[in-house]
């Protein structure tokens, strides 16, 4: 469901572009409300959880990503752009709270060595949601909505009143049924029997290699990391749409275009499953540095060519995208200990990046054009060959992944 409902933003980017008639740096304040919720929040949600316990916290998370999702209806109504945005910043409140519980407990439910392939499983299943959601959402919204963007931007005044309150209404359905479905979701692991778990637990036996996380270098190069990883996937799936109808790339309407924002996801999917067997054997670092590497000179290949050529160029980056979370997720938290949910929280914090690097290529796609800003995510992707091959290693005691 968290997998889902954000890379439903990517649909929802395109779709307010049109029906209020937003330039790109105006539709990228889908992703900057979002995810600034997970860096205003992050730290708040390390206390909550520190004082209410991990399952407690999940079931918190989901309640409060049902009520976003919820205002999404009245929203609609208006339609009133800035009350979706608010939607959207409590949905993502809830989901700060969610990942500050759920990632540092799925690395804690077995042994160190395993930490980041049993992540990798984990953020596998989350994005089945991921892969699912352009398509689902794309045949929602923009195939309720009747209308290309194209179309859209050639109305007379009168008609694109009438055609925005319609389109507008699209989301309310599928949002009212998300809602459902996170409520749902609440009940169930909030009735289900979660084991305890001391070493990460407040109280807990494990007090881990440091006494405080200012001590721990690898955590906050990987907080760095987690910024601009999430920015670069962000950034490239917000732009996929608008990206692929470019005369000089594919050309396509949306409803086709979000299937391949599909694919994007898939990939990032299909890469977890992989990798999380991959990384029984293969050393995180060492891992993480290779598929930056090659991350990067796609979206360069990208950058630099036209047609299909940088079209399956940067929907190939979706697979090299999979491990990259869950890896630098699981190597900056080696170690904490007792201090694992505020590590947790710094790194979830530091998914702000996918607030600022969309905002800012967003603003410099008004000037330069969508197809030319993706110099950004490349090189965002740059830093995490640093990360990987350097910026992760701690003193041999501490190496356990």
């Known amino acids: ?106 690395v804690a439910l077995g042994p160190p060595k395993g930490a980041a392939s049993r992540l990798n499983l984990a953020q596998a299943v989350n994005s089945v949601g991921t892969a699912i959601a352009p398509w689902l959402g794309g045949l929602l919204i923009f195939g309720a909505a009747g209308k290309g963007l194209q179309e859209v931007y050639k109305m007379g005044p009168e008609e694109f009143a009438a055609y925005r309150i319609v389109a507008a209404a699209t989301v309310k359905l599928p949002y009212l049924v998300f809602g ?17 778990l001391d070493q990460i637990e407040p109280g807990g ?46 050309g396509i309407p949306e409803t086709s275009a979000s299937k391949y924002v599909s694919l994007y996801w898939t990939g990032a999917m299909i890469g977890r499953f992989f990798g999380a067997a991959l990384l029984e054997k293969v050393k995180a670092g060492p891992l993480l540095g290779v598929y930056g590497l090659i991350a990067s000179a796609l979206v360069w290949m990208c950058v630099l ?33 007792r201090l694992t949910s505020y590590g947790s929280g710094i790194l979830i914090m530091a998914i702000l990046g996918a607030a600022v690097v969309p905002l800012v290529q967003g603003a410099i796609a008004d000037r330069i054009g969508v197809h030319h800003a993706f110099f950004v995510p490349a090189l965002c992707y740059l830093y995490v060959v640093y990360y990987g091959f350097w910026g992760s290693r701690q003193s041999p005691a501490l190496s356990r992944i």
């Open 305 to 337: 060519t036209t047609g299909s050529v940088s079209m399956w160029a940067v929907i190939s980056v979706g697979l090299l995208n999979s491990i990259m979370f869950p890896n630098i997720f699981a190597l900056a938290i080696d170690g904490l200990g």
């Open 1 to 106: 469901m968290w997998g889902f409902l954000t890379v439903m933003n990517d649909i929802l980017i395109p779709h307010f572009k049109a029906i209020f008639r937003l330039n790109y740096a105006q539709a990228m304040f889908v992703q900057f409300t979002f995810f600034i919720a997970y860096f205003v929040l992050s730290l708040p949600s390390g206390r909550i959880v520190e004082r209410i316990g991990y399952q407690k916290s999940m079931v918190l998370g989901l309640l409060t990503m049902g009520v976003g999702a919820w205002l999404f209806i009245p929203a609609a109504a208006g339609p009133s752009y800035s009350i979706f945005l608010l939607a959207l910043f409590v949905l993502a409140s809830g989901m700060t709270v969610l990942q500050v519980a759920a990632n540092p407990y799925v």
């Open 205 to 250: 036996q494990n007090v881990g290699a440091y006494d405080n996380v200012w001590q721990a270098r690898h955590l906050w190069l990987g907080a760095v990391g987690i910024f601009l990883y999430c920015g670069a996937e962000v950034a490239i799936g917000s732009f996929l749409v608008n990206f692929l109808a470019d005369p000089l790339i594919a």
């Open 180 to 196: 459902l479905g996170l409520f749902t979701l609440a009940v169930i692991i909030g009735r289900f029997r979660l084991p305890v």
